[in-house]
């Protein structure tokens, strides 16, 4: 934003970039007091806020791997198909993903996301040929794997719009954690 339209130069509008980490809620809870106290909130405002944040964010993500499981249970009762759709955050958009969820879903075909399989562990993620350092990239290979040991009516789809940086990365050990289960 500031080395395209510079809102303190062009517009007198002051631009703000502190630094936050989602990885650790003490650094977390640091970092937003440390930005916020400019403005008179207190510490134990930034506490509780970051607290309540961590403990929604927790039900979020356990929603989702109970209605994976439900879904996965059910395709697999009926003996349907069941893609596992991956790929970035911003892939959930229609305008980008091009309706593909939609366009499966019409077919018959269960649709579910990387983030509602049943997660291996990192002692899976230490077998792998990569670094594996970002939690997006994990959740990609974690579905691979999970994808790779089911039956053939389950199937790994990764949309991907770059095919530089991490994203060829994956996209390779992805292709060979499938391979090896003849996916």
Do not use: M
Request: net charge positive; aromatic share 10%; glycine share 4%.
């Amino acid at each position: 934003i500031r080395s395209s339209i510079n809102p303190e130069k062009n517009f007198k509008i002051p631009f703000d970039q502190p630094t936050i980490n989602f990885n650790d809620e003490d650094l977390l809870v640091k970092a937003c007091f440390e930005y916020l106290k400019q403005f008179g909130v207190k510490r134990n405002k930034v506490f509780n806020a970051v607290k309540k944040s961590f403990d929604e964010y927790r039900k979020f993500k356990n929603q989702i791997q109970i209605k994976g499981a439900e879904i996965i249970s059910k395709a697999k009762d009926e003996g349907r198909y069941l893609v596992v759709l991956s790929g970035r955050p911003y892939h959930i958009d229609q305008l980008i993903n091009q309706k593909t969820p939609d366009a499966l879903c019409d077919l018959g075909v269960d649709v579910i996301t990387e983030d509602a399989v049943p997660f291996y562990g990192k002692d899976y993620l230490s077998q792998l040929h990569v670094i594996t350092q970002w939690a997006y990239t994990n959740r990609i290979y974690n579905a691979a794997k999970w994808v790779a040991d089911q039956n053939h009516k389950v199937q790994l789809i990764q949309i991907n719009s770059f095919g530089c940086g991490p994203d060829s990365i994956v996209i390779d050990e992805n292709s060979e954690i499938l391979k090896v289960k003849s996916k």
